[in-house]
């Protein structure tokens, strides 16, 4: 629970961070670009630091120790063997990161933000639903109860009569489910057959292929380069990455059921704490009720 409260509060601060900078013109593509450049850049460091890459080899048989892995309880890849998982998954996760972050602001365009944010948060269900059917990963009976308060939380905080009124199952809002939800999974899919001391490259796969698609977006769309633009990019850069690092170390421990919805309850709830603390803005009741329901929620699943 000590790592999942760490990837809460590096969720929350990148939304109190945009928050800061909302009211300012920005150039999302810029900030986005240099976010994920930020967020490689760091894992390069970190796997140097600790000398990850010195295990790196292509002369393994991945697939039959994948195959072996995938059969058999409690038993993971190999440092050489996790390295090169980290790469294939945290390549694939990298393009599902950035086309999430894509079809968000499509939707919002098109469907308001509060349905957006309510069916990117609702992406939880797919590793929950995964992490079930494949790998039986069954919450207790308390823990559901907590599990369904924390998802009811969430549909309190983001909907509202008019997003309701707008509601239509469009294609962008489906894609913006599947994207975000199978982004999320990516974590788990990691996490369960790698060892997590190889994180750090499958972190710098995901970011370094982000980066490289958003920059490509942010050349075609020819906007200004803002100093602030690219400040405000770096800022989010480190808690959108430490926010991954976490999580898996947390999915390491707990059920996956478990983890992603307090993970993205407990984001909202920080996030409306931060906003009364930090810019003065007023809890409303709705808010308050869900912030409610998250401690509850966070209390059955602990039992």
Avoid: H
């Avoid at 823990?143 to 009124?165: D, H, K, M, Y």
């Amino acid at each position: 629970m000590f790592y999942l409260l760490l990837a809460i509060i590096c969720s929350a601060s990148i939304a109190l961070i945009f928050k800061y900078t909302e009211t300012r013109q920005t150039n999302r593509y810029v900030i986005t670009s240099a976010n994920y450049f930020i967020a490689f850049t760091t894992t390069i460091v970190m796997m140097m630091t600790k000398g990850l890459l010195n295990d790196f080899s292509l002369d393994v048989d991945f697939l039959s120790a994948f195959s072996a892995v995938v059969n058999s309880d409690n038993v993971l890849l190999s440092p050489a063997s996790s390295i090169l998982w980290a790469l294939m998954i945290g390549s694939v996760a990298g393009v599902f990161f950035f086309l999430s972050f894509l079809y968000y602001q499509k939707s919002v365009r098109e469907n308001g933000v509060g349905l957006s944010g309510t069916i990117a948060k609702l992406g939880i269900l797919i590793p929950m639903i995964f992490s079930i059917i494949i790998w039986q990963e069954l919450p207790t009976m308390i823990q559901w109860i907590g599990i369904v308060l924390a998802l009811i939380s969430i549909l309190i905080v983001n909907l509202s009569p008019e997003s309701l009124e707008r509601f239509d199952l469009k294609p962008t809002l489906l894609l913006l489910f599947v994207f975000g939800g199978i982004a999320e999974f990516s974590n788990k899919i990691y996490q369960k057959y790698a060892l997590n001391d190889y994180k750090d490259v499958f972190l710098f796969a995901i970011f370094f292929i982000a980066f490289i698609i958003s920059t490509t977006y942010a050349y075609k769309k020819q906007g200004d380069l803002r100093k602030r633009d690219i400040i405000t990019g770096f800022l989010v850069g480190i808690p959108n990455l430490f926010s991954s690092y976490f999580l898996i170390l947390a999915l390491d421990t707990l059920k996956t059921s478990v983890v992603f919805p307090i993970y993205s309850a407990g984001s909202i709830v920080l996030i409306t704490i931060g906003g009364f603390v930090l810019f003065n803005e007023t809890i409303k009741r709705k808010n308050k009720v869900a912030i409610a329901l998250t401690i509850v929620a966070l209390i059955l699943i602990n039992l």
